[in-house]
């Protein structure tokens, strides 16, 4: 806790700083989903990297290495998720760059996500306008002289939102209520949102803490799928172990839908595509049809 409660300090006192004036800022993000709403905010004036962006890796395998470390103490900005999801990062935050002033945004103090709650905090479409919103002000602080350049993108970003926003709303009127399992509880934040019953929350928390199911657990999730009781089962797609393909398994036997989630996005994607193909994944597997 009181790890957590300096990492929120770090964000009030770093917020404001002097601007820059000379080249684009340096952007270092511990994950893509937050690193390419960096790039789509700040366009030419910044330089993003993100650490993790592979989908095709279980996030929580991931260890620093050197170049992970130079990369934070060069950065002008630092962006990571918190809520006890990339403690890895966390620690970096100890390296410093002399005479270097940094902008740190942890998004899990920013709105709120207390240590021990769901921490795929990208499942939201609030939090991630929050996260946008706070991140711009940074770009305007700065680099003030690029001041409307960086309105301007944040508009663009938060009308591309409000279209996921009226989707999303959309397709609730029609699954609202509906019963689901899951995993893990990825997309548990989407599920809420669309008014979803979801199941088997000990099963899912057990998995996400690596720790064994129990057997009541498990024996309540084959229950579920074999009679039918769930519309479908969401599966995190980056993280498998012989439990969970398992229960892909029975469900796909069963002839129940499966709904693909990932922690993290393709590097061809944007953060808005991400979003919207996940939320066409639910709409097939609830409704049987894409457009919602």
Do not use: C
């Not at 050197?66 to 966390?90: E, M, R």
């Not at 498998?240 to 129940?256: A, F, G």
Request: hydrophobic fraction near 40%; charged fraction near 15%.
């Amino acid at each position: 806790m009181r790890k957590n409660k300096w990492f929120a300090i770090i964000i009030l006192t770093f917020i404001v700083v002097s601007p820059l004036s000379y080249g684009a800022l340096r952007v270092v993000a511990a994950e893509n989903m937050y690193g390419t709403i960096a790039q789509a905010l700040g366009g030419n004036e910044v330089s993003v990297e993100s650490i993790l962006n592979n989908p095709n890796q279980d996030p929580h395998l991931f260890t620093s290495k050197p170049s992970t470390s130079k990369s934070v103490a060069d950065a002008d900005i630092l962006i990571f998720n918190g809520a006890d999801y990339d403690t890895w990062f966390s620690h970096l935050l100890t390296i410093k760059a002399r005479n270097k002033v940094v902008t740190v945004i942890d998004v899990g103090a920013l709105v709120g996500a207390k240590p021990g709650a769901n921490p795929h905090l990208w499942y939201r479409l609030s939090y991630i306008n929050q996260f946008a919103i706070a991140l711009s002000k940074a770009y305007e602080q700065r680099l003030p002289s690029k001041k409307t350049l960086f309105k301007r993108q944040l508009q663009l970003f938060l009308q591309q939102q409000q279209v996921l926003v009226d989707q999303v709303a959309s397709l609730k009127a029609h699954v609202q209520g509906l019963p689901v399992t899951a995993t893990e509880p990825v997309a548990a934040y989407l599920a809420t949102d669309l008014g979803l019953v979801v199941l088997d929350q000990a099963f899912q928390l057990a998995v996400m803490n690596d720790a064994e199911p129990s057997a009541q657990s498990r024996a309540e999730f084959e229950r579920h799928l074999q009679q039918h009781q769930v519309r479908a089962l969401i599966y995190n797609s980056q993280v498998q172990d012989p439990v969970t393909e398992y229960m892909q398994k029975l469900s796909l036997q069963q002839h129940i839908p499966v709904i693909g989630v990932t922690e993290l996005l393709s590097s061809d994607q944007t953060y808005g595509q991400w979003y919207q193909q996940t939320l066409d994944r639910f709409g097939t597997a609830l409704t049987g049809s894409k457009k919602n």
